[in-house]
Antibody, heavy 116, light 115 residues
């Protein structure tokens, strides 16, 4: 079964840092581009970042550029999102998603709350 | 002006059809894009429904019923998700997405109420 499981969310103060992880199973992780997508409470979906299968191509949304860093470890079947200089507006559920043209599947998400 | 605009809400009756629109900003030609559609129910992650660029370039998500279909209205510069034979389980939020200038762009979502 293809599965993505996010972890690492939690409560962090403004200006703080957090590292999210996404563990992949049931498919050849190294063959696929991966993405992070977030959803603020009661709001719509917002794409955050993209990383190609070999990490050679990386993109970020303007809202996180310079603060967030996406990475992956194909040997560990894992995707990461290092989030620095966190702001209140970064509060959201963060989903990882496999990309094969479309986002499919998605993980269940991990909640990040930025608050003092 | 947002890249993708979706009506915030839509209501329709069981058994009827619902047409959800996704309008591209002026200057962005709908004909050039694959439009992806996702469904999200409360408390769950989004699920892929289908993608549509043209009748020769489209894909239905695995297990997605054929009563979900995609199309375009070039005159309105919009993508359309048509749901026929509405069922109560179709009540959800629906998002359109395109790949635009090295970024995935989501529409704001449409909340579909079936009543």
């Amino acid at each position: 079964e293809v599965q993505l499981v996010e972890s690492g969310g939690g409560l962090v103060q403004p200006g703080g840092s957090l590292r999210l992880s996404c563990a992949a199973s049931g498919f050849t992780f190294s063959d696929y581009t991966m993405n992070w997508v977030r959803q603020a409470p009661g709001k719509g979906l917002e794409w955050v970042s993209y990383i190609s299968s070999s990490s050679s191509v990386i993109y970020y949304a303007d809202s996180v550029k310079g603060r967030f860093t996406i990475s992956r470890d194909n040997a560990k079947n894992s995707l990461y999102l290092q989030m620095n200089s966190l702001r209140g507006e970064d509060t959201a559920v963060y989903y990882c998603a496999r990309e094969n043209f479309q986002f499919d599947p998605w993980g269940q998400g991990t909640l990040v709350t930025v608050s003092s | 002006q947002a890249v993708l605009t979706q009506p915030s809400s839509l209501s329709a009756s069981p058994g009827a059809s619902a047409s959800l629109t996704c309008t591209l900003r002026s200057g962005i030609n709908v004909g050039s894009y694959r439009i992806y559609w996702y469904q999200q129910k409360p408390g769950s992650p989004p699920q892929y429904l289908l993608r549509y660029k043209s009748d020769s370039d489209k894909q239905q998500g695995s297990g997605v019923p054929s009563r979900f279909s995609g199309s375009k209205d070039a005159s309105a510069n919009a993508g359309i998700l048509l749901i026929s034979g509405l069922q109560s389980e179709d009540e959800a939020d629906y998002y359109c997405v395109i790949w635009h200038i090295s970024a995935w762009v989501f529409g704001g979502g449409t909340k579909l109420t079936v009543l």
